[in-house]
């Protein structure tokens, strides 16, 4: 069946770039999302990339897509405190139906 | 507009008794969806309403789940009977379109003792 998968946490250094991965098992998406979580809140669209494209740059966030590996990354540059968060990649399918991987949490140390 | 609002915000009962979640989309919304996230499985899509109508119900647990959307500004989630592995997270979304942005409420965390 259909499946998207990312590690579950990551820990970046204020400062560096964080780079958050994730790989999804069909080839016939048409859109790919990250959404972001912040705690105690729900989840909100942070940039999606269409699936003939392979990067997308949106200030400090750059969507790097390989479509013939099905991975997708998501490069954070010069994280900040407030980029800790809970980031879930996601994959828009053929059946429209929107397939969620488990987040990764991102924690960043001073 | 105040996005997708959803009560209660904590919810703590015990085994057995009913538990009712609420949620309220945004104005103009013809898409409504209810998740449940938990640390094990992640977040996992319950059902999804099109106009008020269930379109797809196959990520409900069981039959002691079931949802309704009496009118296109409300809709609930009941769990009867509830019990302690129902304990999540439950969040509702919606979306003016099939293919646009999910905005979600800020969810309903359950316990079940």
């Known amino acids: 069946g259909e499946d998207v998968e990312q590690s579950l946490f990551l820990s970046v250094r204020e400062g560096d770039s964080s780079v958050i991965n994730c790989t999804y098992t069909?080839?016939?998406?048409?859109?790919l999302y990250w959404y972001k979580q912040e705690p105690g809140a729900g989840l909100q669209l942070l940039t999606y990339i269409f699936s003939n494209m392979d990067m997308k740059q949106d200030q400090r966030l750059t969507v790097l897509l390989n479509k013939k590996d099905k991975h997708l990354s998501l490069r954070i540059a010069d994280t900040q405190t407030g980029d800790s968060a809970i980031y879930f990649c996601a994959e828009r399918n053929r059946d429209d139906k929107i397939i969620f991987g488990k987040g990764t949490r991102l924690h960043i140390l001073p | 507009d105040a996005g997708v609002i959803q009560s209660p915000r904590h919810e703590v009962t015990e085994m057995g008794q009913e538990v009712t979640l609420r949620c309220k989309p945004i104005?103009?919304?013809?898409?409504l969806f209810w998740y449940r996230q938990t640390m094990m499985r992640g977040l996992e899509l319950l059902i999804y309403?099109?106009?008020?109508?269930?379109?797809?119900d196959s990520g409900m647990p069981e039959d002691r789940f079931s949802a309704k959307m009496p009118n296109a500004s409300f809709s609930t989630l009941k769990i009867q009977p509830s019990e302690p592995r129902d304990s999540a997270v439950y969040f509702c979304?919606?979306?003016?379109?099939?293919?646009?942005?999910?905005?979600f409420g800020p969810g309903t965390r359950l316990t079940v003792l």
């Open positions: 979304a919606s979306a003016p379109g099939a293919r646009n942005e999910q905005f």
């Open positions: 309403f099109n106009n008020n109508v269930p379109i797809d």
């Open positions: 104005s103009g919304h013809d898409y």
């Open positions: 069909d080839s016939s998406s048409t859109y």
